[in-house]
């Protein structure tokens, strides 16, 4: 039998395993445990395919471990590189619970891509990011060409409570025109690493809004059990993300509860949080994610001749130490200055009299590198 397995698990204050899967005679998922129903699962769907065939067809996988055999998915992928909206995709939404989050882990699957077929594949998601829906690659690889092979790839994903999750596998990236209601790439055995967390507690809101130099972080929640605290996180790129401070939490409630923490040192530009929330069992659990522009500076330096001597302004986004050296157009050093910035504006004075040249001024820290050109009068 064909299968697609979908492996669920509550993994907060408790664990409840289910095993989703598709018969490849049918597009809809059966659950093994329907005393679980953690999630809601839609059927398998084909996108911009290169004119009509037959969503299912024989001739399943064979020549790797767990080959199925039996039936497939079947598309006739589009000619060309990657492209979100036009290039050729199967689609599945899982829908969680109410409070719960979808959580993904990894997928793997067997492929066959005939040779005038796709020869990469992408998963991609509606999971929000810096190139907006669909706009990231969680997972990605080539493909095998007339030969069955399993492709695998791991990742972390963990959607916003309640939200649905839409899936979508590409296959692309061929010059070679293929004929149209043409079968070109076969799909089996597909399999993601899928869990559904239950969070200690049920939030209502998690906003984050930037004044001028600091972001304000605000979120509610309706109800909680046995929770111990909030680790708020912080991530410049959306991905990394460090702990910047902690908020002990109610414990338990069922009334609505505000929470407030203020980032008085984010980096310049977007800055992305979530909350890990934490039960006083030791269970941890995240949240979705929120963003808010900084309005902090990058570091600025501005120079001026002052009785002999250069004066340098040097605004700084954060506390730090390093050196301040002034060349000449010739990269002869003039001066090196071991310096110490506190946040904000700061003086510094190198002694001399310059009058007439053009300098070039480079400061160095442990975070960053800049140099700009002073033309002294």
């Not at 949080?273 to 309005?295: H, R, T, W």
């Not at 002034?326 to 002869?332: A, H, W």
Request: hydrophobic content about 35%.
């Amino acid at each position: 039998m064909k299968k697609f397995l979908l492996l669920i698990g509550m993994i907060a204050s408790y664990h409840s395993y289910a095993q989703y899967y598709w018969n490849f005679n049918s597009l809809t998922a059966t659950s093994t445990n329907n005393s679980a129903p953690l999630v809601s699962i839609s059927a398998i769907s084909l996108h911009n395919n290169n004119g009509t065939t037959s969503l299912l067809t024989s001739g399943g996988s064979s020549g790797y471990d767990g080959a199925s055999g039996g039936s497939a998915a079947a598309a006739s992928a589009k000619i060309g590189g990657f492209h979100r909206d036009n290039s050729t995709y199967f689609e599945i939404t899982i829908t969680p619970s109410a409070g719960n989050s979808v959580v993904l882990s990894g997928i793997s699957f067997g492929s066959k891509s005939s040779g005038i077929g796709p020869l990469n594949w992408t998963l991609r998601t509606n999971m929000n990011s810096s190139n907006g829906i669909y706009g990231e690659d969680y997972a990605s690889g080539t493909l095998n060409t007339n030969t069955w092979e399993r492709e695998h790839s791991t990742f972390s994903l963990v959607g916003e409570v309640d939200q649905a999750i839409t899936l979508r596998l590409y296959g692309f990236n061929f010059s070679t025109i293929p004929t149209q209601n043409e079968i070109n790439w076969l799909v089996d055995d597909l399999k993601l690493h899928t869990d559904v967390q239950t969070l200690p507690i049920k939030l209502k809101a998690f906003i984050a809004k930037a004044s001028i130099s600091s972001i304000d972080l605000n979120w509610s929640t309706e109800t909680e059990e046995n929770s111990a605290a909030f680790d708020i996180l912080r991530s410049s790129d959306g991905k990394s993300f460090t702990t910047i401070g902690t908020v002990k939490s109610a414990g338990n409630s069922n009334s609505l509860k505000p929470y407030y923490f203020t980032d008085f040192h984010p980096a310049p530009g977007t800055n992305y949080y979530k909350l890990l929330q934490k039960d006083l069992s030791g269970k941890n659990a995240e949240s979705f994610i929120v963003s808010a522009v900084s309005g902090a500076k990058n570091t600025e330096m501005s120079l001026s001749s002052l009785n002999g001597a250069l004066q340098f302004t040097i605004y700084s986004a954060s506390s730090t130490s390093g050196q301040l050296l002034l060349s000449n157009m010739s990269g002869v050093s003039l001066a090196n200055q071991s310096i110490t910035l506190d946040k904000g504006y700061n003086t510094i004075t190198i002694e001399g009299n310059y009058e007439g040249s053009l300098l070039i001024a480079s400061l160095k820290t442990s975070s960053e590198s800049i140099s700009k050109k002073f033309f002294i009068q």
